[in-house]
Structure formats: C-alpha cells, structure tokens
C-alpha cells in the first residue's frame, strides 16, 4: 500500500501484488457513505495491466467485454455479482455447479450468489465455447480463490492483524478476536483486481486465467455436494423466462429463408411473391439467399411457401447418397490429403501379433442432427451508424461476433451478441452459430429494420451441421488363455466441425477459413483426433489411428455448402468409442468370456475396477459368457440378451448396462432397463449431476434406437421428425443411476457428457447376447438388425 | 374480429380466421407459453388446452376454436385456482410446482406442451399408472410429446408428484 500523493489523506491508492494479481482500486472511505465494491478484472498477461484496464474503461461507447466488470463481483451488501461468457443449455451448470464453486472458494453462504450474468459479449468476459464447463470452469474457481485472497490482504490491513491469523468463514473474515464482512471490508471501496489472462476473446478457446492462487482444499467444501436447486427452472415452468424466439423489438419484420433445393444448389430465379394474396410481404434476395419478410409472421410462413414452390434452383449432385456412406469414407480415406492420427495410448508392434483367434470387423456410425425441438430463431438490429445487435442462442457468443463482424467487414467492437434461453442443441454451436443468425444480420442490414429470422423444422433438419459419420475397422488379437494381445483400430470420417456461417456462404460474403488438413483457425480441420481415451491398460499391444477429410460436397466448388459437420455431444468419442466397446464385447464373446469380467481382465486404473464391480451389483447383471444360452437368431418369439460399456472422459469414469428384449423374426429390439455407474470425481450437484445423467442416457437409448441421418446426392431427405425419429416416452426403459463421489480425485465432474454415448455399445452388445449375431451397424433399427442376422446366418 | 378467451380472459382478435392459435398467441396477445416446435403437429412443444382437451397451437387455426376457453401454461394457476373455488390465482399450479420440485427441465422448451398434456391427464384421471403417463404423452394424441434432452424420467416423476399435490389440493 502506498500513500496517494493527493491532497486528501483519506484517499489511498491500492497496488498489491496477490498471487500474481494485481489489487488496485482507490478507497473513498469516508467520503462516500454507500456503495463500493471488489471486481475482478483482466488483462493479458506481459502487458501493462493498469494501461489496458483503464484505457478499456475509458472506451465506454466500444461495446466490448473489456469494458465489464469481469468474472466476479463482490457487492457491498454482501451479495455475489458473477458473470461468465458461458451460456446455460440446460444443464444448469452455470446456475447451480459455478454459483457453487464461487461461493465455496469465497467462503460466502450460496444465497449470497444472487446473480448470474451469462453469454452476452458487452456485458460477460472470457468467451470460449459452453462446452466441458468444469474443466474450463477453473477459470472461475481460480478468480474466486483470488479474490478471496485479495480481500484476506485487504482485510490484514484494515485490522491490523498479519494475513497469516486470518481466515475467512460464511462470508465474515476473522482471526485474533477481530471479524469484518466482505460487505464491510469494502463498504467506500472501489477496486479492482487485474487477473492476468491468456487467448483470445473472440476466439472459439476464449479467454483462460493464467494465475494459480491457493485454492481451498476439497476436505473444507461445505457448498459443493449439496443437492442445490436449478434458479432458472420456476421461471421457466411459470412462462415468466425469455426465449430466444419470445424477443421482439419495435418495427421488426418477421422472416423465413428459402433455402436451395441441395446443399450446392445457386438461384436461377425466384419464386414470384403474389402481392395480392400477400399485401404485407416482401422478398428480399441476397445472392443465393432468399427470404420473405412481412410484419405478420402467419404471412411470412405463407408467402415463403408460396415463393418457394415457384424457385428455379440449379441442379447439383455432389453428395455421397446415404446408403452408400461406407464407400465414400473408404474413398475419402485414400484419396483425401488429411494426415493419419496416432492414439496417444499405441504401444508394442500391434500389427504384427500373430494368434489363431483373432477378431476382424468394421463398424459404421451414422450422421446425427443434433435435432433441438425448436428451430433456430435470431433477431438482428443492424444500425444506422453501423452497430449491430444480435439476440440469438448460442454457446459461444464471442466467436458469432467475431465471425458477423467478418462477414460485414466491420470492427468487432460494432457487433454486440446477447444470448436467452433457447432449445438445447447439444454443441452444434460452440463455436458460435447453429443457423439463422447470420441470415438475420444480412436481412436486417438490407432493409434496415430489426429482423426475426425463424427457422422452419425443415431449415433445422437440412440446413444446419450435423454430427459426422465415422467408419472403424478393429482387430483384436487374442492369446492362448483368451487374453486381448493386441488391439489395433482404424477410425475414419470426416472433420469434426465447420463453423462457417450458412447464410454469409449463401450471400457470398467473407467468411472464417473452410476446413482443411492445414488450418490452425479454431476447430476449422479436417484432421480427425483420436479422441477415445484407451482404458484397458493391461492389453501389451495398442495401435488405434483416425484418418480425417473433408466434409462430403466440400470439394465441389467454393460455394457449395455440402454436408457440414459439426461436433455434438461427447464429440468424436462418441463415434470412435462406440466400435471400440462393440469389439470387446464381440472379442469376448469369440474369448468365452463374460463380457463384464474381460473387461474387468484387460482395465488397469482401479476406479474402473470399482465402477465395473459396483456394476455388476446394481444391474442385475449374470456372470455368464456371452451370447447368452437362451439367444436365438430366429423365430417370433422374445429373447433376452445383455450388454456392457465402459468409457473415460475428461476423468469422469463410465458404465453402463443394458438389459434389452429381441424379437429375431422382426428385428425389433426394446430396452429394458440401463443401469450407469459414473465415478466423476468430486460431485458438485448430486441433484443436478442426477438428472443430466438420466437424460444423457436416453438421449444415447435415442441415438442407439432411431438415429440416423439419411441424404441423397444433393440434400439431406430427412425434414422433419418422421424423417429423424427420435425416442419417445413410451420407449423410456427402466433406468438407474449410481453416482460415487470420489473426492480423493480432487477433480470435479461433469455429467452433460458421456452418458450419451454409453447406450449405443451397450444395447448392441446386448443384442449380439440375445441373438448370438454380430451387430456392427447403429442405430439398431428392426431392418438393420434383420440384415445382420440374415448376414451371418 | 372475433373474440376468444385465453387464460380466463375475453380477447379480440384482428388476425384472419385461418391464422393458426400458436401466431395469434404470442403476436397480437402476447401470450408466449407456447412454443414454436415443428408447425406439423409432430412434436408438442406447442400444446394447449382447448377446453379440456390438449391440441396442437400450431396447426388449429382460431376458426376451430368453437368458442371454447384456451389455457397456456401462463393460465395454469388461474385454472387451478379457479377449479379450487379460489378467486385469485396466488398459486402455482400443482404441475408447475411438481415441475420444479422435481426439477424436470433440460433445456425446457418441451415442457410448455409436457405440462399441458400432463394437466389434461391428471384433471381425467387424478391417480395415473405409469403405463398411463407414458401412453398419454406418447400416443393419446396427434404426435408422441418429444423431449430430445431425455428428460422422460424426471417428467414421469414430475407427474406423479403434480397427482399427489393435486389430490391434496395443494401448490405453492
């Protein structure tokens, strides 16, 4: 602390070093006699902190988030102000898992935490996309424990008592028979702490806190395990929350975009608007986007579709049709330039391992919509002086700013994106767009009034990103006592994300780079990661590689959109994890094994050990080899088989049992019952962590049933949910789930993940123990698992 | 003009008569507890109560109204209060509160239409079976209510609690 060499001796300028934050603010105390507050702020590391927190919040009309108060602000009424860049998509994380971790490293009750500001880029900081949000979440916990550490330093001072005979209990700091309350502490306080950070704001990463303060230990956590209640549900079930698509702004024109016949189709003509039949409506067209606007949204929807039937599209075939997927990825993996990938876990010569029992089989994953039960929605306000105001719902705010700024050939600072409640859609824009943003940036611009572009089911289902396919070829070799010797896995298909905007492709406007082998923009490559983190460590000899490549259509031309890919919940694992589970449970089968035990024989990391025992416990599960001594391939009548998966991601460890009914004569599988066993490490929110399990696994019970996207040489076919049918109610097996907290790992666990991916493995293994045949193909649709007992009858 | 009552109230109503209920709603009354889901009657997010009966906003035009009362999820208390002899509606409706105390919602744009269904169930048939809550939310009406966060599991319980808090007659 230093002495202001101002005239007033009240007035003290604050710089103190706080595990590499800098505290500084002036206090006022006595001149004012409300208000004050400790914010944390940021700025990048190696610069001059003080010069860009000031210069930034001298810009007041730049709309920027280094204008805001950063991550966490502590309010002189005791109460929590935080904000975070990141967006709720349903899982409540934002509102429950981080107001909890703030609260117990600050050591402030939970009700203190009155407020979360979320994924708005003038009013939030840090950016980066809603996704792995406990992993990323440290960034939070981090600036917590720092200003708990600031206000500790503070609070050393005013009572004279040394740092070290302090600590810091629901909110009140204390030690040496002396206390003070936050709100106390900085009552007529203005500070701030600079939190030196890394990245890029409007980069897909964001920002990330590079400071690594005293964090509490896990043995002291009061706040993090308890069940806490989701804020945003009540609002939400009493019609009282704000909806993406609930936005209206005044003058705003409703509109719905004619989209091309195929996916590389340009406009020859449009449709004729019948202005008698359609007074209010207007067609606008911006190169091969077209859109009807009108006041009257029932108009709009009316005279699109009229304008629509009379469009004159080019004709363009560039696309792979569904059914023969399998030959395109095999193309693809010879013809494409992308480099092969090696897993992290290959060891030993794998190739080379000689046996007599051996397992060879490819196994092929469908494209998946992420399919949100209402379509995409924005509204745009493009300005006169240039602005734009965009309110949508994405999981990455900052990088869809970036990207409208781009395609405008403005300044970011013009671009402000606000974020609400939408449907959930599951990854498909983290990295900033899932569809209509853009087209209602562009349509508002050219008419120069706020524009609300809805999105039909059928622009959903053909003109948004989808979850790509993947083709896996396995072998696994197989010693004398019926032990894996080797494991050797090719995983091929194409890139995992295309962030480009639609709409700007359309209009022929600039856009982020297309993926390539070469690329280093974001997630912007057709290189294919391994992803699936190998778990069975006993195995001497491991050779798993992925082979990426374009995206199908992509090549065609520069303005063709083609079938785009993009990432979708537990992204490539979910594709590379699926055979790999298949073929143990298979390889076990040819070992006479029970599936449940190989796995137990090849795992290495005890918390598997202990999931898969607890496993076993909880589903019922037989202890007999695999196919069952009941299973048929043949006949009408009902047979019974179970199945088992195991997974690891980001240190959350997976189980999964299903217990499945076949009837072989039809093909028809029914699930009985799933039984998930997740040790995730320290558990934030029992509650919550419950529920995101629970409908994890049926979304998984959805993609393992009916999932599958379906497309001919120019378009996807599938418009809406008869064309992707998706899991009903009356499909919901029974189900359960077991949680075991682990907090010996020290390291939190998520559960928006992984659960998805469980099902489809393990109901296909069941149904290869019910029926005794090889299942190699999802979704495990009645004339796919017809096909597959006929192919090995 | 013509004049339809939602959520206890008279409303006129400029739009033309083929315009269907889900635009009238949340553009010209500014009613928004339904959502746009598909427009093709496939999926439920949509759902009202016509009379007692659960219909699909996005594909009845108000012409099919037949002068029968609408309920929103916004209308659930008054409904409930209304049906209690009470004269205001100072409580949640029992669904609504089984919806958070359960805490059902993902993301949550099904469950303007699960909760409606729900209601429609629960005021027929106040002690549903499973079997029964399933078969209503998946093939009593023109489509299967679909929730595509999975969250089935917490709906079935969310309905029996909103059975129980109705048979004691209580909410929020």
């Known amino acids: 602390m230093i002495r202001s060499p101002s005239k007033s001796e009240a007035k003290i300028i604050y710089d103190i070093n706080v595990h590499g934050a800098r505290l500084m603010g002036v206090s006022r105390r006595g001149f004012l006699t409300a208000g004050g507050t400790l914010a944390a702020v940021f700025a990048m590391g190696g610069r001059s902190a003080v010069a860009r927190v000031n210069a930034s919040k001298a810009n007041l009309h730049a709309h920027s988030a280094a204008t805001v108060n950063g991550w966490i602000e502590i309010l002189s009424d005791n109460t929590v102000l935080l904000r975070t860049g990141k967006c709720d998509f349903g899982q409540s994380t934002i509102y429950t898992a981080y107001r909890q971790i703030v609260a117990e490293e600050l050591c402030v009750p939970l009700e203190a935490m009155t407020e979360v500001v979320s994924g708005d880029t003038d009013r939030t900081p840090d950016g980066g996309g809603t996704f792995g949000l406990l992993r990323y979440g440290q960034n939070l916990r981090k600036v917590a424990a720092l200003m708990r550490e600031a206000s500790l330093e503070l609070a050393a001072r005013r009572l004279a008592v040394p740092r070290a005979n302090l600590s810091v209990r629901e909110g009140v700091i204390s030690g040496a028979t002396k206390a003070i309350s936050y709100g106390e502490l900085l009552a007529g306080e203005d500070l701030h702490l600079v939190i030196p950070i890394s990245g890029d704001l409007t980069m897909p990463m964001g920002l990330r806190v590079d400071a690594d303060p005293p964090l509490k230990p896990v043995k002291d956590y009061t706040i993090i395990g308890k069940p806490v209640f989701n804020p945003s549900i009540a609002p939400k079930v009493t019609g009282k929350t704000v909806w993406v698509g609930d936005v209206t702004l005044p003058g705003m024109l409703h509109a719905r975009t004619i989209h091309p016949a195929t996916l590389g189709s340009t406009l020859i003509a449009p449709g004729k608007l019948d202005g008698k039949q359609f007074p209010g409506a207007r067609l606008v067209r911006i190169g091969n986007l077209l859109a009807v606007v009108s006041p009257d949204e029932w108009e709009a929807v009316q005279a699109a579709q009229s304008v629509a039937d009379g469009c004159e599209w080019s004709k363009w075939e560039g696309l792979p049709p569904s059914e023969r997927l399998e030959d395109h990825l095999r193309m693809m993996a010879t013809e494409d330039p992308t480099p092969v990938r090696d897993g992290r876990a290959n060891k030993g010569n794998a190739s080379s391992v000689k046996t007599t029992r051996e397992l060879r089989a490819s196994y092929l994953m469908p494209y998946h919509k992420h399919a949100p039960i209402s379509p995409m929605v924005s509204l745009a306000d493009y300005r006169e002086d240039g602005s734009v105001w965009l309110h949508t719902h994405s999981q990455n705010p900052q990088h869809l700013r970036r990207m409208i700024a781009l395609m405008l050939g403005s300044d970011e600072d013009k671009v402000v994106v606000r974020t609400y409640p939408g449907a959930g859609h599951y990854g498909r824009s983290n990295g900033g767009s899932a569809g209509s943003e853009d087209e209602a940036v562009l349509l508002s611009r050219e008419l120069r009034r706020p524009v609300r572009v809805q999105w039909m089911r059928s622009d959903d289902m053909q003109w948004s990103t989808q979850s790509p396919a993947m083709i896996s070829d396995i072998r696994i070799a197989l010693d004398d006592a019926g032990r894996m010797a080797a494991y050797v896995a090719s995983h091929i298909g194409p890139g995992m994300q295309d962030d480009r905007l639609v709409g700007a492709l359309l209009a022929g406007m600039p856009v982020i780079p297309a993926p390539s082998p070469a690329t280093t923009y974001g997630f912007q490559s057709t290189v294919l990661n391994m992803s699936d983190t190998w778990v069975y460590g006993t195995v001497p000899a491991v050779l798993e590689q992925a082979k990426g490549g374009a995206h199908p259509g992509q090549h065609e031309a520069t303005d063709v959109v083609g079938l785009r890919s993009h990432s979708m919940r537990t992204p490539i694992q979910f594709q590379q994890n699926c055979p790999r589970e298949i073929a143990i449970s298979e390889a076990a089968m040819l070992a006479g094994k029970d599936p449940l035990q190989f796995r137990l024989d090849h795992v290495s990391d005890p918390r598997f050990v202990a999931i898969l025992e607890r496993l076993r416990t909880e589903a019922k599960w037989e202890d007999r080899p695999s196919p069952s001594p009941q299973a048929k391939s043949h006949g009408s009548d009902p047979v019974k088989g179970q199945g088992v998966s195991i997974m690891l991601r980001d240190n959350g460890y997976w189980a999964c049992a299903a217990q499945v009914t076949v009837i072989p004569a039809s093909g028809e599988v029914k699930v009985e019952r799933m039984t998930i066993v997740a040790d995730v490490g320290i558990v934030i929110n029992p509650l919550q962590l419950r529920r995101q399990i629970q409908a994890g696994c049926l979304m998984g019970v959805s993609q393992a049933l009916h999932e599958e996207l379906s497309f001919d040489k120019g378009a996807v076919t599938a418009k809406d949910w008869t064309g992707y049918p998706i899991l009903t109610m009356a499909e919901m097996p029974e189900l359960k789930v077991v949680i075991t907290d682990n907090p010996t790992v020290g390291i939190y666990g998520q559960g928006s993940e992984s659960a998805n991916a469980l099902a489809s493995p393990a109901i296909a293994a069941a149904v290869m123990d019910a029926t005794g045949k090889p299942i190699r193909r999802i979704p495990l649709k009645p004339e796919y698992v017809r096909a597959a007992i006929k192919l090995h009858a | ?172």
């Open chain 2, 1 to 172: 003009m013509s004049t339809i009552v939602v959520n206890g109230q008279q409303r006129k109503v400029k739009a033309s008569p083929d315009t269907p209920l889900l635009y009238v709603l949340r553009n010209e009354l500014g009613v928004m507890g339904v959502k746009f889901g598909c427009g093709l009657a496939q999926c439920g997010a949509c759902s009202v109560l016509l009379g007692d009966e659960e219909v699909r906003a996005c594909v009845t035009p108000i012409s099919a109204l037949e002068g029968k009362p609408v309920t929103t999820v916004d209308g659930l208390p008054q409904r409930w209060a209304s049906q209690k002899g009470k004269m205001s509606a100072g409580t949640l409706h029992p669904v609504q509160q089984a919806w958070i105390d359960e805490q059902v919602p993902q993301c949550g744009i099904c469950q303007f239409g699960m909760m409606i269904k729900v209601t429609e169930l629960l005021e027929a048939n106040p002690k549903p079976t499973d079997q029964d809550i399933r078969e209503a939310l998946t093939t009593s009406g023109p489509s299967p209510h679909l929730c595509r966060c999975g969250s089935y599991a917490a709906i079935l319980e969310g309905a029996h609690r909103a059975a129980k808090l109705m048979m004691q007659g209580e909410s929020a």
